[in-house]
């Protein structure tokens, strides 16, 4: 019997080919927006799962009792390793590392590169392979270090390199010649040799290189360690809380003692909910994205199969006059749609294999290859037919096979007509999805050009950011003070700055700073930027009053500091005037500076949060930087950077030129929103696609329905214009209905979202306007072309059909 | 075989009442061939639809083969004339999709008999109706005339005791028409299947030993 179910499916499919690919097509692309959306969620669970003990790895966090304590991430450098020696029965294992930055040096190949100084567990904890090299022994030398596969690769094209060297350069612009010892084999993704973000970590080095960068992992007021610990068999976190306590009150300064709390996080929860679970929430958010544009090929599913039910009709009165079963019935319809939900499916896995790499920069994650994934997933499109097969074909099946045995024969759709609000209903839905995610889109859209316009208070055109080689001392500052003299004389730059930081929401840290003569209680909390007196003009940022620390090249006054205006509010200064020449000090310092200028609010950071009060502290007081900042001269941009290049060579040999456009670093800090765009938009053309299929299902059934009285009205001298506007009219209904639903929807939705950010746009009636007509043009015009034949065609011929 | 008592059947149309069916008594023994007459609209259909139990009535008595069919439930009927009755249509209802020699197999599966024995059975009919060689084709590739018979072979695969024809010859020339009545007569005196018509033609009328006239749904003496 089975067997002769799918010898009808397949003929069926064969024979309604143009149906069947619509179906097929419909389905298919939400078919593979499930699978894409699937397989990140499965590769983002996969991160720190196939970590060895993956649950008993915890990450050590640090809650600090004040804002500008310290960092979450990191803890007490000895912590983790007092731990392991003092209470073996909880801790079976730690590690340790000090994240840092430096330029790597391979005869003519320089580049900076990030590095983890920790211990040597690291290569026997996790369950890291080595290609070559001893996991024992790798880590012991001071002067030796262990490179990823692709760092082999980067550096030495090979990756049996064991007993080759590279030079690393310290902080001090020291270089010294590093032994590979050991060659990491790729592994999966997990949250210890990529913590921050998905870059994974290339260079690993021994504590014992710690001395040569100026570091140290063995004082307990050193709170910038990340720390991992393996738990023994059985044993809760709850149970370490004591422990650390007693340690900390034991060892650590008081400052620690009373502000630090420790807490552990599990590796196998950590990546999914740090940064306040934004991984999650992606993940939820695609999930519901993705639900609902199966849900709508699936409604289109249905309505096909419904428009098509009078030919089948027919046949159903057959095979009941012939002794079928309405439960037979409803098994061939159910086996025909699993069969074509099967075909989609698979189709869906061939679109999988060949835009893989396009969905993979939207979600900005790459996506698994189809071999990454376990044998087991081979039964999943299979599952999944079965399932979206019944869903989709249970409702059709259902009413074909109720009809009465003579009604069928005589293939009477009246009863199918009644139920056509139904359907209208549906695509209804459809067209409220569809309006919903463009508007989305739009405003998305709208809210991520507003981050790039002109109300981020500063002129980003034309700059590129450098990182330096470090000597932070006041000969290292004096020098990049001549480089920068002489970088700013090529014809082609308009300007250069020397800073710690570009606006990219990361500075090097944050004080409370209140009024000479003031209360120390009144003190507000401020961010640090360390910058030259260059900095303002460079980057275009206008002065409310003063001077950016003195008139630029004249000498700068250590103990000056700029201002922004939301700190000179905070501080009590009404008037940007009032505030020059006043005099603040810091908590902690017995330092007074005089504030020489105040500036224009701008977007040091993402635009989620509202602008901080700022103070500008000037390099050569503070001793520390990491940036050139460079405004190229409108023009040609490549010769430029080409001019640049060289010079920067020259005067600063063998540091990499490895440059950023403002314009690339602020994508970075709007990563998210970026992807999300790129994910509405492509969600958008998806959910066009399946409604617009779904109103070709619906026009090919209304055209069915109405043959008669097209013949008639032609008949009675209806023009072809006349005729397609009947079924234009038919459909506007539905979409202004669907928008009416569709816009408040959108517009809370939004309004949602937009709320999340401290500087947002409005919301206008231009995304509404802009999604309805082009919802309504695209469909009317669809409309139009496949009504045209039938409006055409002589009405002798379907009068006839009657 | 058959027993109708006082059998009526109405529809509603716009508030009024319009009888298919008035009052019909009929009494049909094994082995009969009834041919039913009269105009169009008269309700010929309607009536072989009841007696074939596609289509209920509202009022009277049904008894087949000794069960009474207005008291029995869906499931019930559907058994009874899935084993006991074969149709046969003027405009042949043939499955498009399906081969002969699978539409012939069709209410076999649905009886649930065995893969070697429907093979068996529908070899043996594609024998006897002389369209061995056309199994393989499917219905659109077949004429009139041999579709309906491929039509009477699918109804008799089943072995039923009784065939309904509605308009049997109703699409056929009169050739073909004549080929398939002489079938019916062969049928009806050698294996002794009971067989209702429902016609207009006089002539095909009278190759069965009994003839009933309709009228507005009603048994004309």
């Known amino acids: ?802 | 075989m058959i027993e109708l008592n006082h059998i009526t059947k109405w529809a509603n149309s716009g508030g009024n009442r319009v009888f298919l069916l008035r009052d019909i008594n009929l009494t049909v023994k094994e082995g009969e061939f009834i041919s039913i007459m009269g105009p169009s609209g008269s309700g010929k259909s309607t009536l072989l639809n009841v007696i074939g139990m596609l289509d209920e009535f509202n009022e009277g008595e049904y008894n087949f083969i000794g069960q009474p069919v207005h008291e029995l439930k869906e499931k019930h009927r559907s058994q009874l004339y899935k084993s006991h009755i074969g149709f046969v249509f003027q405009a042949y209802h043939l499955i498009d999709e399906l081969t002969v020699y699978e539409n012939i197999e069709t209410p076999l599966l649905y009886q649930n008999i065995k893969s070697s024995e429907r093979q068996a059975i529908v070899a043996d009919i594609l024998d006897r109706f002389n369209i061995v060689g056309k199994k393989d084709l499917f219905p659109t590739q077949l004429s009139g005339g041999q579709q309906q018979l491929v039509g009477v072979a699918r109804a008799l695969v089943a072995k039923p005791k009784l065939i309904l024809a509605d308009e049997p010859t109703g699409n056929l020339n009169s050739k073909q028409g004549e080929e398939i009545m002489e079938l019916f007569k062969q049928l009806n005196a050698e294996d002794g299947v009971t067989i209702i018509q429902a016609t207009h033609s006089e002539r095909n009328a009278a190759y069965g030993s009994k003839i009933i006239n309709l009228l507005d749904g009603r048994i004309e003496k």
Not at chain 1, 419 to 444: D, E, M, N
Not at chain 1, 559 to 575: C, P, R
Not at chain 1, 600 to 607: K, R, V
Not at chain 1, 692 to 698: A, E, K, M, S, W
Request: glycine residues 6%.
């Open chain 1, 1 to 802: 019997m089975i067997r002769n179910y799918l010898k009808i499916a397949w003929r069926n499919m064969v024979k309604n080919r143009l149906l069947s690919i619509v179906n097929i097509v419909g389905l298919s692309a939400g078919i593979l927006f499930t699978f894409v959306i699937s397989a990140y969620t499965w590769s983002e669970l996969q991160v720190n799962a196939e970590l060895k003990n993956a649950d008993r790895q915890y990450i050590l966090q640090s809650r600090w009792t004040g804002a500008n304590m310290g960092y979450e991430l990191v803890t007490i450098a000895p912590l983790a390793k007092a731990l392991f020696e003092q209470y073996p029965t909880l801790i079976s294992n730690y590690y340790r590392f000090d994240g840092i930055t430096s330029t790597v040096s391979k005869g003519d190949k320089h580049f900076r590169e990030s590095f983890q100084i920790g211990d040597s567990t690291l290569l026997r904890m996790y369950g890291f392979s080595l290609l070559h090299g001893d996991a024992q022994t790798a880590l012991s030398d001071p002067y030796s270090v262990v490179l990823s596969e692709d760092a082999a690769k980067k550096y030495f094209a090979k990756t049996n390199v064991v007993g080759e060297t590279i030079s690393i350069e310290n902080f001090s612009g020291a270089e010294h010649d590093f032994m590979v010892t050991g060659i990491i084999k790729n592994h999966s993704r997990n949250s210890v040799s990529s913590l921050l973000d998905d870059k994974e970590n290339q260079f690993y080095l021994p504590i014992a290189a710690a001395q040569f960068f100026g570091r140290e992992m063995v004082l307990w007021n050193n709170a910038h360690v990340v720390s991992y610990v393996e738990l023994q068999k059985g044993v809760s976190p709850k149970q370490l809380e004591e422990p650390i306590r007693q340690l900390l009150k034991k060892n650590a300064p008081d400052f620690i003692t009373l502000n630090l709390t420790q807490y552990l996080v599990p590796l196998n929860q950590y990546y999914l909910s740090k940064d306040n679970g934004l991984v999650k929430k992606m993940i939820y958010a695609l999930s519901i994205i993705a639900f609902f544009i199966l849900l709508m090929a699936v409604i289109n599913f249905v309505n096909m199969s419904m428009s098509h039910s009078v030919t089948r009709l027919k046949e159903i009165g057959i095979r009941k006059v012939l002794g079928g079963l309405k439960k037979q019935m409803i098994l061939q319809f159910l086996t025909e749609s699993i069969v074509l939900v099967l075909f989609a499916t698979l189709f869906a896995i061939l679109l999988y294999a060949v835009s893989r790499n396009y969905f993979s920069s939207i979600l900005g994650k790459s996506l698994p290859e189809l071999t990454v994934f376990p044998l087991s997933f081979i039964l999943l499109p299979f599952a999944l037919a079965l399932f979206v097969g019944t869903l989709a074909g249970i409702y059709p099946a259902l009413v074909l096979s109720a009809f009465k045995t003579v009604d069928s024969l005589k293939g009477k759709l009246s009863t199918v007509k009644e139920k056509i609000w139904l359907r209208k209903t549906l695509v209804g839905f459809q067209f409220s999805i569809a309006t919903i995610v463009f508007i989305g889109a739009i405003v998305v859209s709208q809210q991520i050009g507003y981050f790039f316009s002109k109300n981020i208070g500063y002129n980003k055109d034309y700059i590129v950011s450098a990182q330096v080689p470090r000597d932070w001392s006041s000969a290292g500052v004096s020098r990049m003070a001549t480089i920068r003299t002489q970088l700013s004389a090529l014809p082609q730059v308009s300007d250069v700055t020397l800073s710690f930081e570009v606006p990219d929401g990361r500075n090097s840290g944050s004080a409370a700073i209140y009024k000479v003569g003031a209360d120390s209680t009144s003190a507000v909390s401020t961010q640090f930027l360390n910058t030259d007196e260059h900095f303002a003009s460079t980057f275009g940022i206008s002065l409310k009053a003063g001077a950016f620390f003195s008139q630029p090249g004249a000498f700068t006054d250590s103990s000056t500091v700029v201002i922004n205006e939301t700190q000179a509010k905070a501080l009590g200064w009404k008037n940007a005037d009032d505030a020059v020449g006043q005099r603040v000090r810091l908590i902690g310092r017995t330092d007074i500076y005089t504030v020489a200028g105040v500036t224009n609010d701008f977007h040091f950071g993402s635009m989620q949060e509202s602008v901080p009060p700022i103070t500008f502290v000037h390099v050569a007081n503070s001793q520390v930087f990491r940036y050139f900042s460079v405004k190229l001269k409108p023009g040609d941009i490549s010769n430029s950077l080409e001019a640049l290049r060289k010079q920067w060579a020259v005067l600063m040999p063998g540091a990499p030129f490895e440059y950023k456009f403002m314009d690339e670093t602020l994508r970075h800090l709007y990563k998210t929103e970026i992807q999300l765009r790129q994910a509405a938009y492509t969600a958008f053309l998806l959910a066009l696609i399946i409604v617009l299929l779904g109103v070709l299902g619906l026009v090919s059934m209304s055209i069915q329905r109405r043959t008669k009285e097209i013949g008639i009205r032609k008949v009675l001298g209806s023009s072809v214009t006349n005729i397609i506007l009947i079924f234009i009219k038919e459909f506007l209904f539905v979409i202004v209905i669907a928008g009416c639903i569709a816009f408040p929807i959108a517009f809370t939705l939004m309004q949602n979202w937009l709320n999340g950010y401290a500087y947002r746009v409005q919301i206008t009636a231009i995304p509404f306007i802009i999604s309805i007509l082009l919802l309504g043009t695209i469909s009317a015009l669809l409309i139009a072309l496949q009504t045209m034949k039938v409006a055409q065609s002589n009405p002798v011929k379907s009068l006839r059909t009657e």
